[in-house]
């Protein structure tokens, strides 16, 4: 059986432009150096494309324009950036004298959107999305006028051992997590005020106690009224994955 490095290792073969999908709330994050190595020792170009970029405000898209080379922001899901993004593929195809069938590998993280930006490039759901992360399974091609697309199933570096921080991106599925409530509470740190605004509780120092708010203000209760830590916990991983609650401040 290939793996998904293997998979990832033949798309940068067979591919002759990469673009490396980055999630907008969280895009050094997402970034992943090991698949960046691989793509700049073999010489071919590669874009960053930050999505979901409806979930962030303007100023930190103009950040990032300056801190990561060759970058362009997109939202998949709402149509915004994609007319950009082929442009700037077909700039790329023209400088490697590629002017039709330039095939195109999509790479990164579980979950940031891979297949989405395919199939708002095609026009159509060509390729199957979802919410749960490690969804796309192998190397899919999609054909879009001039363009050959390559979905890949999102892959964490091999060198990432940080737990927490992929579950925060997504890369867990929130129905198999198993300290939904450190998740949560790390997000809450991670991004102050967003959850609370979100759910409308008050915000406090004791991450817990929003937690139980949060809780029983979605009547999510256990036996002898007890707010469900668990279940509540679970609800909010699963709204931040989605992409239901933004870091956008309003
Ligand atoms: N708000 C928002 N949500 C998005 C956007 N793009 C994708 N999503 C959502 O993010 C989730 C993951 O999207 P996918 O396209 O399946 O992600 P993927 O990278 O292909 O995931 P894997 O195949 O699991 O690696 C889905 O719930 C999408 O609806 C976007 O631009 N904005
Ligand atoms: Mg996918």
């Known amino acids: ?10 798309v940068i073969n067979d591919a002759d432009i990469l673009l490396l999908v980055l999630d907008s709330r969280m895009a050094q994050e997402t970034r992943n150096l090991e698949i960046e190595n691989k793509v700049k020792a073999s010489g071919k170009p590669l874009i960053y494309v930050l999505n979901k970029c409806d979930l962030v405000d303007k100023h930190v898209v103009e950040q990032y324009k300056r801190t990561i080379p060759n970058s362009i922001f997109i939202s998949a899901t709402k149509h915004l950036g994609t007319v950009k993004l082929r442009e700037k593929i077909q700039i790329a195809a023209s400088r490697l004298k590629l002017d039709s069938n330039v095939k195109v590998g999509v ?20 390729t199957k999305t979802s919410s749960i992360s490690g969804y796309t399974k192998g190397i899919q091609k999609v054909r879009t006028s001039g363009i050959i697309l ?12 940080d737990q927490l921080k992929h579950n925060i991106i997504g890369t867990i599925d929130h129905n198999k997590e198993k300290d939904p409530d450190i998740v949560a509470m790390k997000l809450m740190t991670a991004f102050p005020g967003i959850i609370e605004q979100y759910y409308n509780v008050y915000v406090t120092d004791d991450l817990e106690k929003t937690l139980e708010n949060i809780a029983l203000k979605r009547k999510m209760i256990i036996k002898g009224s007890k707010p469900d830590i ?9 709204d931040w994955q989605s992409g239901d609650i933004t870091s956008k401040k309003y």
């Open 107 to 126: 790479l990164g993280y579980p979950n940031v959107g891979k297949s989405s930006l395919i199939n708002s490039l095609k026009g159509r759901s060509a």
């Open 150 to 161: 390559l979905d890949t199933p999102g892959v964490i570096p091999y060198l990432e051992k």
């Open 1 to 10: 059986m290939i793996t998904f490095w293997g998979m990832v290792n033949r």
């Open 230 to 238: 668990e279940r509540v916990s679970k609800m909010i991983l699963k």
